[in-house]
T-cell receptor, first 113, second 117 residues
């Protein structure tokens, strides 16, 4: 099955700086890569996703890049704000697997004011 | 966007009792729902895939008789933790995809925090 690895496990950045989280996946057939943000005690919220037919996607301060050859994808948050502090999870899946997600271990992001 | 509702949000029970958690897709049909378990400061661990009208598919290491899943309609899946013990205390989250859209986007319920005394 799919194995997703995520780094770093914790990330502390100064407000206004950028944060980058990297993930690798093992199943070359995976074609959908969502990123979730989870605040303490809350449900995961989808913040951005990317499909295998594109290499980059951007939504305001958040961007995701995908390298299919290397089987890795990254989340970039620019101009970080205190409200960006949360746990971020990457995931990978494919439609033929009923979109059953395999999650990374998570990255705890702390934005220092 | 699509809404998934999970109930109860918190439940405390005595050891040996059974607890049922409901997961509903409020504005879309979901032939497939997923149940996850999350320990503090850890990732979401998939427990089982709930399929409407058929048996659930359990992940390796998850006891079928311990965690009963029923997906009787296109909008409701239930997880019953039978004969609960303190080690079953955890955050349980369900999720569903909109079968009609088939985009792969998962919508999560609010989660249910189970505490077994």
């Amino acid at each position: 099955g799919e194995n997703v690895e995520q780094h770093p496990s914790t990330l502390s950045v100064q407000e206004g700086d950028s944060a980058v989280i990297k993930c690798t996946y093992s199943d070359s057939a995976s074609n959908y890569f969502p990123w979730y943000k989870q605040e303490l005690g809350k449900r995961p919220q989808l913040i951005i996703d990317i499909r295998s037919n594109v290499g980059e996607k951007k939504d305001q301060r958040i961007a995701v890049t995908l390298n299919k050859t290397a089987k890795h994808f990254s989340l970039h948050i620019t101009e970080t704000q205190p409200e960006d502090s949360a746990v971020y999870f990457c995931a990978a899946t494919r439609r033929s697997n009923d979109y059953k997600l395999s999650f990374g271990a998570g990255t705890t992001v702390t934005v220092r004011a | 966007g699509a809404v998934v509702s999970q109930h109860p949000s918190r439940v405390i029970c005595k050891s040996g009792t059974s607890v049922k958690i409901e997961c509903r897709s409020l504005d879309f049909q979901a032939t497939t729902m997923f149940w996850y378990r999350q320990f503090p400061k850890q990732s979401l661990m998939l427990m089982a895939t709930s399929n409407e009208g058929s048996k659930a598919t359990y992940e390796q290491g998850v006891e079928k008789d311990k965690f009963l899943i029923n997906h009787a309609s296109l909008t409701l899946s239930t997880l019953t933790v039978t004969s609960a013990h303190p080690e079953d205390s955890s955050f349980y989250i369900c999720s569903a995809t909109d079968t009609g859209l088939a985009t792969g986007e998962l919508f999560f319920g609010e989660g249910s925090r189970l505490t077994v005394l």
